[in-house]
T-cell receptor, first 114, second 107 residues
């Protein structure tokens, strides 16, 4: 079956603009995760969803970051008023359930803020 | 706070050398531990996982990891590495990941 997909694959934007990143998880997976991968920083957890709810938003770096998930499927990560330090690869993953299941990762969106 | 520490950031080995990558976690409650691998140009993928079974876990491509509860450790091992093992390796406790270890194997 299809894996996790993300769009766009690359996004270049100007400082101060808003961006939306999209994630389509594997069908039937109830848990969805967003991470940020920067050079030397590893995988930084941002937020996860169980269904449409986000029980843990503790990883969101600032109030410029928000995410939503609708219909227990597609998720959007929005970054408002982008800054250069937001440049990174944003990864999405999904798992069957939250309880520590294996996560399946998407290819990521490479965001560059000029 | 939940955390995962990987102490080796860069490792360079020759083919056939033995590998051990350290991972320590700080996590309350039931622990589900993972090692993921990211080969150059590819997605992150699961290498192996520990789910409260045998503390010695065997994964793909000859990798194994040992869960030692008293040391809060889940180190990754491989007796003899190959050039194709060149990749970045991440330890994780549920959805908290370590900073990764870049392994380069010289042919």
């Amino acid at each position: 079956g299809a894996g996790v997909s993300q769009s766009p694959s690359n996004k270049v934007t100007e400082k101060g603009k808003d961006v939306e990143l999209r994630c389509d998880p594997i069908s039937g997976h109830t848990a969805l995760y967003w991470y940020r991968q920067s050079l030397g920083q590893g995988l930084e957890f941002l937020i996860y969803f169980q269904g449409n709810s986000a029980p843990d938003k503790s990883g969101l770096p600032s109030d410029r970051f928000s995410a939503e998930r609708t219909g227990g499927s597609v998720s959007t990560l929005t970054i408002q008023r982008t800054q250069q330090e937001d440049s990174a690869v944003y990864l999405c993953a999904s798992s069957l359930e939250l309880s520590g299941d294996e996560q399946f990762f998407g290819p990521g969106t490479r965001l560059t803020v000029l | 706070a939940q955390s995962v520490s990987q102490h080796n950031h860069h490792v360079i080995l020759s083919e056939a050398a033995s590998l051990e990558l350290g991972c320590n976690y700080s996590y309350g409650g039931t622990v589900n531990l993972f090692w993921y691998v990211q080969y150059p140009g590819q997605h992150l993928q699961l290498l192996l996982k520990y789910f409260s079974e045998d503390p010695l876990v065997k994964g793909i491509k000859g990798f194994e990891a040992e869960f030692i509860k008293s040391k809060f450790s889940f180190n990754l091992r491989k007796p003899s590495v190959q050039w194709s093992d060149t990749a970045e390796y991440f330890c994780a406790a549920k959805y908290i990941f370590g900073t990764g270890t870049r392994l380069k194997v010289l042919a």
